[in-house]
């Protein structure tokens, strides 16, 4: 959705001085009614995602007979997803003298089939990767577990120097929710994500190239192109799914010559992927010890002694001296205990040195508030997670997966941690005989639901069906949305399962003959 709407608006920009051209964005999630509109007025370029545009094929809304280019982008993403059948049937509704590039960051044997078979005489052209910005960037990993991001991030930027820090996450809802979770905190942080209007975004910019905001939170799609030289340090929250993207985003630090810092969290289980970035970069990744709360409470007493000195050095205080004289004489109460008084009406609610039952305490607070029925509290909208928002499971791409490792084909796999959000049984109508793996489903739902891996439970595959667990309190919308999401050329058709079904699960957890359960 996020590269449909940065390329339609990248086709309105090339073309600002063709009068009457018409580009449009057609996308899940979004009223069909303002899309039929535009298609019936006409337009000259479309720019969909597969399943929206498979919709309109089908209800006979978009024309394709007229067609005289076609452009596929991300094919390797869209076979990783599970699209690459949608993918397939649209090209054979275009015509047959239409002229068509194909773009793919990988060229999986699926991917170059398609070529094969919708190309005619293709040039293939390979770019090679860049590395030189590497060069000037010092890398360093923090190995981290999904439930201590938030705080592993927090510690990182109450302790590290840093000019402005760019942090990536892999959906728009984690960017949202993320920066909501900042804020909170106390710090100056905006989103950054395919959703914003191009006037909201360019403001954004322009406040973080001002000193007005020191962090953004970006997906990968948003941060293209962006150029601001006081991002000193990138910090990939969520890995990226491929290495160029890792070296995209860690090249938007290091500008104009300058030095740059990339951290980079992983999971225990990821610490493979640490070789690929380092061929990647040609650069090694450093490991990274976390700060430890002693060295944020010596940091935060630091800024405290800085404010007090600022504050001697303006001169404003002398205003207030004689106030503090009147208060010790009539009270009888020390200057000390006055200046201690001060202090704490100065630093409000959230206390100077932290310790580490407070944040804990805080992060149940927040966990359990959200959790509690508040506006919000699905693990679709900010807040979600107690300690990471709304992000992948400890793991770290589970949704993105296809499949697992054939070791792991015959058994059900126990969760790394106990879930602190009630799950319910969906049912799907696609299985077995429809060709899809669990994770076709996995990654559907990821896409269109927003959710990371970690909000998805077990998927039971059957033969024309399948289970899958999902939280509680599905909004409607998205409900609606999966119901018409397409995964292996079949609706999904969600709905939730009957309670003998569900009965029937648990009786057999994926050793039923018909199918076996696969944990995600």
Request: hydrophobic share 40%; proline share 5%.
């Amino acid at each position: 959705r996020e590269l449909a709407m940065q390329v339609a608006e990248a086709f309105r920009r090339y073309a600002a001085h063709l009068e009457g051209f018409e580009v449009l964005a057609v996308y899940g999630g979004q009223p069909y009614a303002p899309q039929l509109q535009r298609l019936e007025r006409g337009v000259h370029v479309v720019v969909g995602t597969p399943g929206r545009v498979l919709d309109h094929l089908e209800r006979g809304t978009l024309d394709p007979t007229t067609l005289r280019h076609v452009v596929l982008d991300e094919a390797d993403e869209m076979l990783r997803m599970g699209f690459i059948e949608d993918v397939e049937w649209i090209l054979q509704q275009v015509p047959e003298d239409r002229q068509m590039a194909l773009f793919s960051a990988t060229m999986p044997p699926a991917v170059r089939r398609i070529a094969q078979r919708h190309l005619r005489a293709p040039v293939e052209l390979t770019m090679q990767g860049k590395t030189d910005t590497a060069s000037r960037i010092r890398q360093r990993y923090c190995v981290v577990g999904a439930a201590h991001k938030f705080d592993a991030l927090t510690r990182i930027l109450e302790t590290e120097a840093f000019d402005a820090m760019l942090v990536f996450t892999r959906t728009k809802l984690a960017t949202e929710a993320l920066t909501q979770r900042l804020t909170s905190r106390g710090f100056a942080a905006e989103a950054l994500n395919g959703d914003l209007a191009q006037a909201q975004r360019e403001r954004t910019i322009a406040r973080l190239k001002a000193g007005q905001i020191d962090i953004v939170v970006a997906t990968d799609v948003a941060a293209r192109g962006l150029d601001v030289e006081r991002v000193s340090h990138v910090l990939n929250y969520d890995i990226p799914h491929d290495p160029e993207s890792y070296v995209h985003r860690i090249g938007r630090t290091g500008r104009a010559g300058r030095s740059g810092e990339a951290i980079l969290f992983i999971a225990p289980r990821e610490r493979r992927m640490l070789r690929v970035m380092e061929r990647a970069t040609r650069q090694p990744l450093e490991p990274m010890e976390l700060p430890t709360l002693e060295e944020v409470n010596q940091r935060r007493v630091a800024r405290f002694y800085d404010r007090i000195g600022a504050a001697l050095r303006s001169g404003e205080a002398e205003a207030f001296r004689g106030l503090i004289e009147r208060y010790e004489r009539e009270h009888g109460v020390a200057a000390l205990d006055i200046a201690a008084a001060l202090a704490s009406i100065a630093q409000g609610r959230p206390p100077l040195q932290v310790t580490r039952g407070d944040r804990d305490d805080a992060e149940r607070a927040t966990s359990q508030g959200r959790r509690g029925g508040e506006p919000g509290g699905h693990p679709t909208t900010a807040g979600a997670s107690r300690a990471a928002g709304f992000e992948p499971a400890p793991e770290g791409r589970r949704a993105a997966r296809p499949h697992r490792p054939a070791a792991d084909a015959g058994r059900a796999r126990r969760p790394a941690a106990a879930r602190e959000w009630n799950m319910e049984t969906f049912r799907v109508e696609v299985g077995r005989a429809h060709g899809v793996q669990p994770g076709n489903i996995v990654g559907a739902i990821a896409n269109e639901a927003g959710l990371g891996g970690e909000y998805i439970g077990r998927v039971v595959i059957r033969e024309d069906h399948s289970f899958v667990e999902l939280p509680e309190g599905m909004p409607k919308d998205i409900f609606r949305q999966l119901q018409k999401t397409r995964v292996a050329g079949q609706k999904l058709q969600i709905s939730r399962a009957l309670k003998t079904q569900v009965e029937s699960l648990r009786r057999s957890p994926g050793r039923a003959r018909t199918g076996r359960a696969r944990q995600f």
